[in-house]
């Protein structure tokens, strides 16, 4: 009899632990989870909707999106789902903001008990108007404080037809920026200073170059780092 009760109460105790499953939320994506842009200028924006679903027995309430990145943001038609239900995720990479492959991901964050994360991804190849080298996040190592700089860099369009402005600099000393182009229609860009100073024992560049045509495009942007010499003396 014992045996036969602990049966009992084992099926009645399963019974329960299912009932008890399907009466909560349960979040489906309906369709893929995941989007492939391809290849496409880096100006253009990338939109696409996803579709998910409450399969549960009990509303779905969707807490938060979260990108992981800030080229990219998402809404959702219904935060609150019932039961057999659908929600619309619109998905917008930015454009200007990417460069290159990349794969992200989108955040869903829900009272699912089963799945309180869900992910949806997203990848495509943003190309750039113009190619950088040797590239656009530069290391120059270690200057030494008080002497010349002089940094170039090839802009290679991947059209014929652009036009490029004067650059912008952010720096901590004086530095000259020349542009200019050559027949085969890259363009130079020339960095120099006569004297190479930083209050810390490291220094950072920002160049800014305009794209004048084609219209649309934000401007080319180049960082550079690099260490001071002599810097770590003085600091000990």
């Given amino acids: 009899m014992a045996h036969i009760s602990k049966k009992i109460l084992s099926l009645l105790l399963y019974f329960l632990l299912v009932d008890y499953a399907f009466c909560q939320a349960l979040l489906t994506v309906q369709g893929e989870s995941r989007v492939d842009f391809g290849e496409y200028p880096a100006k253009e924006s990338k939109n696409h909707q996803f579709t998910i679903k409450n399969s549960g027995k009990s509303n779905l309430n969707i807490q938060a999106l979260r990108m992981t990145c800030d080229c990219s943001e998402a809404s959702i038609s219904n935060k609150s789902i019932r039961p057999g239900k659908k929600a619309i995720?619109?998905?917008?990479?930015?454009?200007?903001?990417?460069?290159?492959?990349?794969?992200?991901?989108?955040?869903?964050?829900?009272?699912?008990?089963?799945?309180?994360?869900?992910?949806?991804?997203?990848?495509?190849?943003?190309?750039?108007?113009?190619?950088?080298?040797?590239?656009?996040?530069?290391?120059?190592?270690?200057?030494?404080?008080?002497?010349?700089?002089?940094?170039?860099?090839?802009?290679?369009?991947?059209?014929?037809?652009?036009?490029?402005?004067?650059?912008?600099?952010?720096?901590?000393?004086?530095?000259?920026?020349?542009?200019?182009?050559?027949?085969?229609?890259?363009?130079?860009?020339?960095?120099?200073?006569?004297?190479?100073?930083?209050?810390?024992?490291?220094?950072?560049?920002?160049?800014?170059?305009?794209?004048?045509?084609?219209?649309?495009?934000?401007?080319?942007?180049?960082?550079?780092k690099g260490r001071m010499a002599n810097a770590a003396d003085h600091h000990h």
């Fill in 89 to 224: 995720i619109t998905l917008k990479v930015k454009g200007n903001d990417l460069t290159g492959k990349y794969t992200h991901k989108i955040y869903i964050i829900s009272n699912d008990p089963n799945n309180k994360i869900a992910e949806l991804f997203f990848s495509g190849n943003a190309i750039p108007l113009c190619d950088v080298k040797p590239e656009k996040n530069l290391y120059v190592g270690t200057v030494k404080v008080g002497s010349k700089f002089n940094q170039l860099f090839t802009i290679i369009p991947r059209q014929n037809d652009v036009i490029l402005g004067n650059p912008e600099i952010k720096a901590k000393f004086p530095l000259e920026a020349k542009i200019s182009r050559k027949n085969n229609g890259y363009f130079i860009l020339q960095l120099k200073s006569d004297n190479v100073v930083a209050k810390r024992n490291r220094f950072s560049i920002q160049v800014f170059v305009p794209i004048i045509k084609p219209k649309g495009w934000s401007p080319i942007e180049i960082h550079i």
